[in-house]
Nanobody, 122 residues
Framework: HVDLVESGGGSVQAGGSLRLSCAIS????????MKWYRQAPAKEREFVSSIDTDDGRTTYADSVKGRFTISKDNGANTLYLQMNNLQPTDTATYYCTLEERLCPFGLAENYWGQGTQVTVSP
C-alpha cells in the first residue's frame, strides 16, 4: 500500500511561482510511474505531467510545457512539480498519483493523494 500527501499549494498572482510536493510513504513491489493531474471546479480532471521512474523521462501537457517541471527526489521519497509563470487558467486542485505497472504479485493499482489547491489571481 502507498500513501501520498500533497502540499505546497496556495494563492499567487499571475506570473508567480509555486512548488508542489508529494510525500510518498508505504511500499510497492511494482514498477510505477508518477503523475500530476489537476481539476478545476465543474471541469474534467486533466493530465498535467508524468515522470518515468525507471529512466527519468518526463512528459507534459501542452498547456504547461515550458512552465512546469516535474522531478523526483528518490532519497527524500518526494515528487515535485515546479510551476512557473502561473496563469489564472492554472487554478485547480492538483493531485499526485502513483500508477503501478509490471506488478509481480497482483493487480496494478493507482494511488491518489488528497490534493492541494492552487489559486492564481489575474
Amino acid at each position: 500500500h502507498v500513501d501520498l500527501v500533497e502540499s505546497g499549494g496556495g494563492s499567487v498572482q499571475a506570473g508567480g511561482s509555486l512548488r508542489l510536493s508529494c510525500a510518498i510513504s508505504g511500499h510497492t513491489y511494482c514498477r510505477y510511474d508518477m503523475k500530476w493531474y489537476r481539476q478545476a471546479p465543474a471541469k474534467e480532471r486533466e493530465f498535467v505531467s508524468s515522470i518515468d521512474t525507471d529512466d527519468g523521462r518526463t512528459t507534459y501537457a501542452d498547456s504547461v510545457k515550458g512552465r512546469f517541471t516535474i522531478s523526483k527526489d528518490n532519497g527524500a521519497n518526494t515528487l515535485y512539480l515546479q510551476m512557473n509563470n502561473l496563469q489564472p487558467t492554472d487554478t485547480a486542485t492538483y493531485y499526485c498519483t502513483l500508477e503501478e505497472r509490471l506488478c509481480p504479485f497482483g493487480l496494478a493499482e493507482n494511488y491518489w493523494g488528497q490534493g492541494t489547491q492552487v489559486t492564481v489571481s489575474p
